[in-house]
């Protein structure tokens, strides 16, 4: 295992693991596999994005253990990046995995964790609770230009190590500038009532 160095990535690249030795990935149905690969995040829409790259069938999807909301709770107590506080969240998604709710007897587990906000002039807007805030939220992105920052860590856990503590691989947050177009009010409550906010 390597340790990361200042931009986020490990210093030996084991991100070319996923990409060009998808073979050594054992399949999911394995009973002693070599190499797990373990998405923790219940989002279908991460689960299709690991299906496209051609992982279907040799990785798991299950929730991070993550307190996601006292964890955001303390960020939001630090000056931290909108950037930084989705990569944050994406590590510390994929450590509480590892750390609570692996269980390994054999080989190496690679955990990925990953989180997306959404970043208005600097103001980090987290998921909206309810439907009030949706549409608040919806109608200050109306027409303007922000950020989307995914935040995506990947740890590894090795059976035959001395400790089972989760390995932090490398992490890194990529982000993508937006512009949602001029919604109506008729427009927010169709959006609203597709759940997929």
């Given amino acids: 295992m390597s340790a990361s160095n200042s931009d986020g990535v490990a210093s030996d690249e084991p991100s070319k693991l996923l990409v060009s030795n998808f073979h050594q990935i054992s399949l999911a149905s394995d009973p002693e596999p070599k190499l797990r690969l373990i998405l923790a ?3 279908p829409r991460r689960t299709e994005i ?3 790259m051609g992982l279907g069938g ?6 991070s253990p993550l307190d996601e909301e006292k964890l955001q709770i303390e960020l939001s107590q630090q000056e931290i990046s909108p950037s930084d506080y989705a990569r944050t969240l994406a590590e510390r998604k994929a450590h509480a995995y590892g750390a609570e709710a692996l269980e390994i007897t054999s080989g190496v587990a690679l955990i990925i964790g990953s989180d997306t906000i ?3 002039d600097g103001h980090i807007m987290e998921k909206p609770t309810d439907e009030k805030v949706a549409h608040s939220m919806l109608s200050s992105l109306s027409g303007n230009w922000h950020q989307v920052h995914t935040g995506v860590a990947v740890y590894a856990v090795e059976a035959s190590a001395s400790s089972n503590e989760p390995q932090l691989m490398f992490s890194f947050t990529d982000t993508a500038r937006v512009k949602f177009s001029s919604l109506t009010d008729t427009d927010i409550k169709a959006y609203i009532e597709t759940r997929e906010l």
Avoid at 58 to 63: E, G, M, V
């Fill in 118 to 120: 959404v970043d208005l």
């Fill in 58 to 63: 040799r990785f798991t999807a299950s929730p």
């Fill in 41 to 43: 995040s219940q989002s």
């Fill in 50 to 52: 690991l299906e496209m």
